[in-house]
């Protein structure tokens, strides 16, 4: 079947701008994750969520960052009023239902911010 | 609280040499434990899993792992690289939680270049 997708592949905005950044999850899966990882940087855990409950945001760097996940499938991350340190590839991942099921992740979304 | 360190963040060896890419982990629970590989613009890929089971795992394109709780390590290896094994590794770890969430505390990569 068909991977996880994100998209879009790329994005250049200006300072100040929003932006909404997609990930469609592997059908099925239950988790689906967001990290960020920057230049020279590991993968910085964002957000978690697992089915119906709670969402982890317990590593969204800031306020400016929010996530919601519709109908326990796609997703959207959204950065409000973007600064130049959120440049960087946001990558989705998906698993069946908990941490220590395998991961699979999408290509990411490269955020460029000027 | 779960950590993950990689030794080396570049690490280059000969075609046909022995690849070695050192991790150690911190877990106050028996953990679960991840290699995955990232190839250039691309998303990560799982090469291979630790579950409690056999604490030598082999995973795909000819790595394999073993896990030593003496030593909270958890070291990639591979007889002989090849020029297509290039590319970022990444370790893992994720704690055991019953009820709550487990998610994975990645390690900070470690480069890997083939030298022809």
């Known amino acids: 079947g068909a991977g996880v997708s994100q998209s879009p592949s790329n994005k250049v905005t200006e300072k100040g701008k929003d932006v909404e950044l997609r990930c469609d999850p592997i059908?099925?899966?239950?988790?689906l994750y967001w990290y960020r990882q920057s230049l020279g940087q590991g993968l910085e855990f964002l957000i978690y969520f697992q089915g119906n409950s709670a969402p982890d945001k317990s590593g969204l760097p800031s306020d400016r960052f929010s996530a919601e996940r519709t109908g326990g499938s796609v997703s959207t991350l959204t950065i409000q009023r973007t600064q130049q340190e959120d440049s960087a590839v946001y990558l989705c991942?998906?698993?069946?239902?908990?941490?220590?099921?395998?991961?699979?992740f999408g290509p990411g979304t490269r955020l460029t911010v000027l | 609280a779960q950590s993950v360190t990689q030794l080396g963040s570049h690490v280059s060896v000969s075609e046909g040499a022995l690849v070695l890419l050192r991790c150690n982990y911190s877990?106050?629970?028996?953990?679960?434990l991840f290699w995955y590989v990232q190839y250039p613009n691309q998303g990560l890929q799982l090469l291979l899993k630790?579950?409690?089971?056999?604490?030598l795992v082999k995973g795909i394109n000819g790595f394999e792992a073993e896990f030593k709780k003496s030593e909270t390590s958890f070291h990639l290896t591979k007889p002989s690289a090849h020029m297509s094994d290039a590319a970022e590794y990444f370790c893992?770890?994720?704690?055991?939680?019953?009820?709550?969430?487990?998610?994975?505390?990645f390690g900070t990569g470690t480069r890997l270049t083939i030298i022809p």
């Open positions: 630790y579950t409690s089971a056999a604490t």
């Open positions: 059908s099925g899966h239950t988790a």
């Open positions: 877990s106050s629970v028996p953990p679960y």
């Open positions: 893992a770890v994720s704690e055991i939680k019953v009820g709550g969430n487990e998610k994975l505390t």
């Open positions: 991942a998906s698993s069946l239902s908990r941490g220590r099921d395998t991961q699979y």
